[in-house]
């Protein structure tokens, strides 16, 4: 079976939160670049169960998951599914793989995000910035 994970908009009023990975030696996707937040779902995890745990252990924080957006698949071969959430607060302390999270204007999240993390968006997550009409 394919790899699957969840990427989260997590929003804020008109702010959107964004997480930098560790710098692991570029073992992972991210390493040390500024992205939304993702997770990898674990066996019998549905989505919600994996945006919720997968936020709480990267930003300490709660959130609730709105709706679904998209999917898409990574260079690996890992099916995204893109979900819309609501930060239940926002105080972010940065942990498990996160050395730093902070809520962003919508309207810099691709300036903030690292080009790679951008470039990989499926075309929905770019209208929804407003990259692409």
Excluded at 23 to 45: F, N
Aim: hydrophobic share 40%.
């Amino acid at each position: 079976m394919a790899k699957e994970a969840v990427i989260t908009i997590v929003k804020s009023g008109l702010d959107i939160l964004v997480v930098k990975k560790i710098d692991d030696g570029g073992q992972s996707l991210m390493s040390d670049q500024w992205h939304l937040p993702g997770e990898t779902k674990q066996a019998g995890e549905s989505n919600e169960e994996t945006v919720v745990r997968g936020i709480r252990e990267e930003t300490r924080i709660l959130v609730t998951a709105i709706r679904f957006l998209t999917n898409s698949i990574t260079p690996k071969e890992t099916l995204l599914y893109w979900y819309e959430c609501e930060a239940l607060s926002r105080d972010v302390v940065p942990g498990d793989d996160a050395v730093d999270a902070k809520f962003v204007p919508k309207t810099e999240v691709s300036s903030v995000c690292s080009t790679y993390s951008v470039e990989m968006w499926p075309e929905f997550i770019k209208q929804y910035f407003g990259l692409v009409d």
